[in-house]
């Protein structure tokens, strides 16, 4: 089965700074998908970024990008320039296997400090 | 239109009411499903329609019936519920099952079971 994994229940940023979110995942699969999931405080849980486990490029939206490595089962959120909208819960989710549900981390809870 | 709709937004209910929870989608995605998230954890699945059948109930107890009346309409009843249910009801809907298919995710639903 697979298991995805964020250890870091907390952590925070200064605005302006770049911060590093980890995501560890297990699985036998050659074929899946990554994805980093937004839940700010009491609103919609929104997709930030998503890397397709067959591409060796790191995938990047704007101020978020991922660290992909495939041999090592890691997959890391780097958001840079942090903003006061930043703050949220972020969880790493985990798509694959032929009915491809998501399996979701615990989540880590990002503060932006001003 | 790129969007998940839920209403209500919040549901007391009593032990022995019978509510139900609508969500809709205007993608003309072919999968939905629901989730339930308590506070400070991942969404945990419990239903996946696919092309408008039951394709998941993954053990969620019966006082939680779903119905797919079309594919753009997802509903969830609610019977008999316990205090221990309350949690936010997360619908989302993607283009079809599978792993290279984006979850898109509605507002939730925040259930208080009284």
């Known amino acids: 089965a697979q298991t995805v994994t964020q250890s870091q229940p907390e952590m925070s940023v200064q605005e302006a700074e770049t911060v590093t979110l980890s995501c560890t995942y297990d699985?036998?699969?050659?074929?899946?998908?990554l994805f980093w999931y937004k839940q700010p405080p009491s609103r919609q849980m929104i997709l930030v970024i998503r890397?397709?486990?067959?591409?060796?490029q790191n995938a990047t939206e704007n101020r978020f990008s991922v660290n992909f490595q495939k041999a090592a089962k890691s997959f890391s959120l780097k958001i840079s320039d942090s903003q006061l909208g930043d703050a949220a819960m972020y969880f790493c989710?985990?798509?694959?296997?032929?009915?491809?549900?998501?399996?979701f981390g615990k989540g880590t809870k990002l503060s932006v400090k001003p | 239109d790129t969007e998940v709709t839920q209403t209500p937004k919040h549901l007391v209910m009593g032990m022995t009411n019978k509510k139900s929870l609508k969500c809709e989608q205007h993608?003309?995605?072919?999968?939905m499903y629901w989730y339930k998230q308590k506070a400070k954890k991942p969404p945990e699945l419990m239903f996946v329609?696919?092309?408008?059948?039951?394709?998941i109930n993954e053990s969620v107890p019966s006082r939680f019936s779903p119905e797919c009346p079309n594919s753009s309409l997802l509903n969830l009843h609610l019977h008999a519920l316990q205090p221990e249910d309350s949690a936010l009801y997360l619908c989302?809907?993607?283009?079809?099952?599978?792993?290279?298919?984006?979850?898109?995710f509605g507002p939730g639903t925040r259930l208080t079971v009284l």
């Open positions: 989302a809907s993607s283009f079809e099952r599978g792993q290279y298919n984006e979850q898109f």
């Open positions: 699985t036998s699969e050659s074929d899946y998908y």
């Open positions: 890397q397709e486990a067959y591409k060796q």
């Open positions: 989710a985990y798509g694959g296997g032929s009915q491809g549900n998501l399996i």
């Open positions: 993608m003309g995605h072919r999968a």
């Open positions: 329609y696919s092309y408008e059948k039951l394709s």
